[in-house]
């Protein structure tokens, strides 16, 4: 079965940077547009940005221009640059892999971002 491996969460001071990594195994990466989700205690999961296996990006408006999502499909992993952290990004991450044709969905464990002083 496909698995996606989150990695980098953990707790950073307000104005602080965090690099997440997903790294998928058992599929064709490259066949496969990639997203990062969040989810705060008592909200709903919500979309933080994509990318399509063309590397254009989508990014929710409230993380334009602090956040960048990248690939390396050479090593199948989807990161997630996060600058200028606030308290307001505290959240479970999730990174999600979609494949372009068939719509296989897939997601990791998610990795946990404490923004806190």
């Known amino acids: 079965q496909v698995v996606l491996v989150e990695s980098g969460g953990g707790l950073v001071q307000p104005g602080g940077s965090l690099r997440l990594s997903c790294t998928a195994s058992?599929?064709?990466?490259?066949?496969?547009?990639m997203g990062w989700y969040r989810q705060a205690p008592g909200k709903q999961r919500e979309l933080v940005a994509t990318?399509?296996?063309?590397?254009?990006?989508n990014y929710a408006d409230s993380v334009k221009s602090r956040f960048t999502i990248s690939r390396d499909n050479a090593k199948s992993t989807a990161y997630l640059q996060m600058n200028s952290l606030k308290p307001e990004d505290t959240a479970v991450y999730y990174c999600?892999?979609?494949?372009?044709?068939?719509?296989?969905?897939?997601w990791g464990q998610g990795t946990q971002v404490t923004v806190s002083s």
């Open positions: 999600n892999a979609i494949h372009i044709t068939t719509k296989a969905d897939y």
């Open positions: 058992r599929i064709m990466f490259s066949f496969y547009n």
């Open positions: 990318i399509t296996i063309y590397g254009s990006t």
